[in-house]
């Protein structure tokens, strides 16, 4: 797994997949081995898919216990460690990789970039960040 998408996980909680059919009491159902069609929905919400809720991930980063010890909200060093994660020079790197920094040296300049790469990625995956801590 990579470094992003645990921090990913450990903000917005796992997804786990989509439950399997059953075989009875379906809202499909099956009739001497023929399948009927779902029922139809009506009234408000009618023909419209469930929207996936945007996280709010500076509540969910301040409700993490150990959040008002650490400066989560521009150290990458910080956000690492609140969210559980090891952050040594080579999980950083590895980090810095995985978002366009193939020559990553550690330096402040860079792990400022990183910080803000991480939080321009998590509003692209259905976050809300302040724009604060966004490019």
């Known amino acids: 797994m990579s470094i992003f998408t645990s921090i ?7 997804k786990d997949e989509t439950p399997a059919p059953t075989t009875a ?10 399948t009927m069609a779902p029922a ?8 419209k898919s469930a929207a996936v809720d945007e996280v709010d991930v ?12 650490l400066n989560w909200r521009s150290s990458i060093v910080d956000l690492m ?13 590895e980090l810095a990789t995985e978002l366009g920094d193939a020559d990553y040296s550690g ?8 910080h803000r790469q991480v939080m321009n990625k ?4 259905g ?9």
């Open 8 to 14: 990913k996980n450990a903000i917005f909680g796992r």
């Open 25 to 34: 009491g379906t809202a499909a159902g099956t009739t001497a081995g023929k």
């Open 40 to 47: 139809q929905t009506k009234g408000f919400g009618a023909g």
């Open 58 to 69: 500076e509540r969910r980063l301040d409700g993490m216990g150990g959040a008002d010890n």
């Open 81 to 93: 460690k609140l969210v559980g994660l090891d952050p040594s020079y080579e999980n950083r790197k």
């Open 107 to 114: 330096k402040a300049e860079e792990n400022i970039w990183l």
């Open 122 to 125: 998590l509003a692209a995956n």
């Open 127 to 135: 976050g809300r960040v302040p724009a604060d801590l966004r490019d």
